[in-house]
């Protein structure tokens, strides 16, 4: 059982570029999560995506977009980086939605550097 | 809105020695709780939960954690802590979706392990 793949490990870009993170969901989970981790601070919902469909936002700017794909692989679009995007970014999976119940599958995430 | 707290946000502890982390929560129903534990420059493991049954629950690696409702608190406890231990743990309250997303956490607990 292969678990949550997240690329790259580490980026850094300048601030106004756009940027894409990439995630491979846990086998047999069709259910994506992205959070953000700034430093010093838990983890924040971004987004979650069910069956290719976006299933529920937190407070996050729509410069934040995603995507799923029909392997369930999902990716993060951040346009118009600024300072403040500077952060880890979790992907997490989940069956059907049930993370409140079951918990996440986190990947060790990527971390981005805003200069 | 629900939230998780976690008041102590650094911890030091000889090894050998025994450990509890604290966590309170405000959640309206009855809460699906967890921990999570993150190494250095990692994701987040999922050490236990809690949804409903026995209010002391055991975990990986020797953790065990205890629900108390009259006190909203879920805190983690280990016997005796070993070098290894040293990382960031994080408690999360089970959430049903929203702009909260599906786990809600706290701002974590780091902790130190002294030989």
């Known amino acids: 059982e292969t678990g949550v793949t997240q690329s790259p490990t580490h980026l850094i870009k300048t601030r106004g570029q756009q940027v894409t993170l990439r995630c491979s969901s846990q086998s047999g989970h069709n259910t994506v999560s992205w959070y953000q981790q700034a430093l010093g601070q838990g983890p924040q919902f971004i987004f979650q995506y069910y069956r290719e469909e976006e299933n529920g936002r937190g407070n996050f700017p729509p410069r934040f977009s995603g995507l799923q794909f029909p392997n369930y692989s999902s990716e993060l679009n951040v346009n118009a980086l600024e300072l403040d995007d500077s952060a880890l970014y979790l992907c997490?999976?989940?069956?059907?939605?049930?993370?409140?119940?079951?918990?996440?599958?986190f990947g060790s995430g990527t971390r981005l550097t805003v200069v | 809105a629900q939230s998780v707290t976690q008041p102590d946000i650094h911890i030091t502890v000889s090894e050998g020695a025994s450990l509890e982390l604290r966590c309170n929560y405000s959640y309206g129903a009855t809460p699906y709780l967890f921990w999570y534990v993150q190494s250095p420059g990692q994701g987040l493991q999922l050490l236990l939960k809690?949804?409903?049954?026995?209010?002391l629950v055991q975990g990986i690696k020797g953790f065990e954690a205890e629900f108390k409702r009259s006190q909203s608190s879920f805190n983690l406890r280990k016997p005796s802590v070993h070098w290894s231990d040293a990382a960031e743990y994080f408690c999360a309250v089970g959430s049903y979706g929203g702009s909260q997303g599906n786990l809600i956490f706290g701002k974590g607990t780091k902790l130190s392990v002294k030989p």
């Open positions: 997490a999976s989940s069956l059907d939605g049930g993370a409140q119940f079951h918990g996440y599958t």
């Open positions: 809690y949804f409903s049954g026995d209010t």
